[in-house]
């Protein structure tokens, strides 16, 4: 359990997270300045090419893996689905040396039925990993982390831990080899470790402490003075922020109960452009657009098409 503050960390100053102000509107340099730990693209570009956070990160939550070293890590990996079925979009998948893979995802919004929305994010990673006639004993194990500002359970816990278990002896099914544990960042009880509530103050924008805590801090500050990065972020996602806002100012309501409109449709379709110049694949492409303004992938497909049809 968490113990007192002055019990647990040294006198050293502790850090927080920056956060924008509430209410006020936001320039895409302002965007910028403000993205913290958070934010997707930073989230996945720290755990991208910061190999030892990533493996503390990890520790955090699942301590019973005895990580010695990792493999490999992907970011924003998109999972083939299966014919016209949904795509799914992970901010980070880390691979273990023995196979065991690690789909970590931040989630700032509740949605809806998210829950089953992580189901079907693992069941997409098992069909991305089992080729035509491959044995099933070959899918690696998987284990979820998913970061979440909102109570996804409506428990109040800091964290849920799950796996396939007998409902008689409590006993878990290894044998399965799922399991997925969300942080709750709205958490007000059940136990959780120093270190967790560190990292769980850090994320709410609270003063915290801790080693891994400091590394992250440091190392989004470090993105934050790379141009290069900054570029990455304007084109990625404050191109659709900067039209979301202005579709909001402009007030169309009506639009959108009857779809995007048609200035919209081109907003979408000139993004596709500027992500396949980056080299994006368009189906990722269309993953995140999804992700952004709402839709689904098989609505923006349709866009694109009656786009096409028209030029």
């Known amino acids: 359990m968490y113990k007192n503050k002055k019990e647990s960390v040294s006198s050293v100053k502790g850090v927080r997270m920056i956060k924008a102000p509430r209410g006020k509107k936001l320039s895409a340099d302002d965007r910028w300045n403000y993205a913290n730990f958070t934010d997707h693209f930073i989230f996945s570009t720290v755990l991208k090419h910061n190999e030892q956070i990533t493996r503390d990160f990890i520790k955090l939550f699942v301590p019973d893996l005895h990580i010695k070293k990792i493999r490999s890590i992907h970011r924003e990996k998109r999972q083939d689905a299966y014919h016209d079925s949904k795509t799914t979009y992970l901010d980070v998948e880390v691979e273990l040396p023995d196979d065991t893979r690690v789909m970590i995802e931040m989630q700032v919004l509740s949605v809806e039925d998210f829950i089953k929305r992580m189901r079907y994010y693992r ?24 970061v979440c500002l909102f109570d996804p359970v409506g428990a109040g816990r800091y964290l849920y831990d799950y796996e396939m278990r007998d409902r008689y002896t409590g006993e878990a099914l290894a044998q399965n080899g799922q399991r997925i544990i969300f942080l709750n960042c709205k958490g007000y009880r059940g136990e959780i470790t120093d270190e ?73 379709s000139a993004f596709i452009d500027v992500l396949k110049s980056m080299g994006t694949e368009e189906e990722t492409a269309i993953s995140l657009i999804s992700e952004k303004f709402g839709k689904s992938p098989e609505e923006i497909r349709k866009i694109l098409i009656m786009q096409e049809q028209t030029h």
Request: proline share 1%; with cysteine; hydrophobic share 30%.
């Open 123 to 146: 069941s997409e990673a098992d069909f991305s990993h089992l080729e035509h006639g491959g044995s099933y004993g070959s899918l690696p194990n998987v284990i979820q982390i998913v």
């Open 196 to 268: 967790q509530l560190e990292f769980v103050n850090y994320l709410r924008g609270e003063e915290a402490f801790g080693n891994l805590i400091e590394n992250i801090d440091a190392a989004v500050c470090e993105i934050k003075y790379d141009e290069s990065e900054k570029k990455k972020f304007m084109k990625l996602q404050d191109y659709v922020s900067d039209r979301t806002d202005i579709a909001r100012e402009e007030g169309r309501e009506e639009g959108r109960k009857e779809g995007i409109e048609e200035k919209e449709k081109e907003d979408l």
